[in-house]
């Protein structure tokens, strides 16, 4: 009989060996009793002593199993690295120490369980060969932030360790200027604003984030309305530009969610429909993801001190909509 539960090296599993199995090879006897385990897995986990008899680990396979329980421990699989894929980017800027990228809706950052290719990461150790490998880590070569897969706009990626030293720096004292453009589901009230507050995990479901009063990271978004949509008195849309002072996992989403107007076309905070006209434009734009643009990314070079400053238009699925959203 097995069990299972977690610890931070992995996963460990509890093992019963009862009387009618004592006797046998110890690694005979745990590979039927953990079948997803190979009779070669566990003599390779008793050699690195991550199988135990009590508080005892074991020397060998070999040896005779004795009635009682037994522990298993598991570790987590190591993030396989990374390869280079020959997939286009437009590059907005690049020297020997960093990258800059203007990324389109649907290229995630970085692989991950379930989608370890096709990513930025790959993307960029085609691209920049083996100056960038090992930046940052094996699984994540190079990357200081993030933004979320269907997002698009400026990201920047370290070539160096001094540059991704640098840059996490600036990220982490949030002496960068970030600023998003968001079409929403109606318009925020007032017109401009900061909106304060901090965001975790939510706790009926883990993979969105909400703002919590308790617990949490500090998150701060300033917002203001550049352009509404729709009648006046009550818009319909808006175009909303959205300047980060924190960085949070689906910050801007998770604020303007909190407002009662999310993103257009957001799948996770969307809340409700937005009114059938607003509808039938996001369908004649093509738009299949959130409204979101990370359209400026301004930061002091991490080793030269010089200023740059980095702008992205609005990627053709947004420029179009807003094109039909002004005909309301």
Known sequence: MASEDEDASGEVRTVEVGEDLAGERIDKVLAALVPDLSRARLQALIAEGRVAFGDTALADGKLKARAGLYTVEVPPPEPAEPQPEAIPLTVLYEDADLIVIDKPPGLAMHPAPGSESGTLVNALLHHCGDTLSGIGGVARPGIVHRIDKETSGVVVAAKTDAAHQGLSALFATHDIERIYV??????????????????????????????????????????????????????????????????????????????GTPCLGDPVYGSGPPAEVVRTAIREAGLNRQALHASVLGFRHPVTGEALRFESPLPPDMARLEGLLARL
């Open 182 to 259: 968001a079409f929403t589901r109606g318009a925020p009230h007032p017109l401009k604003g900061t909106i304060e507050g901090a965001i975790a995990r939510s706790t009926h479901d883990r993979k969105k984030m909400a703002m919590v009063k308790t617990g949490g990271r500090h998150a701060v978004t300033h917002y203001a309305v550049e352009r509404t949509f729709g009648p006046q008195e009550k818009p319909l849309a808006a175009r909303v530009a959205c300047r980060l002072e924190t960085g949070r996992t689906h910050q801007i989403r998770v604020h303007l969610a909190s407002k």
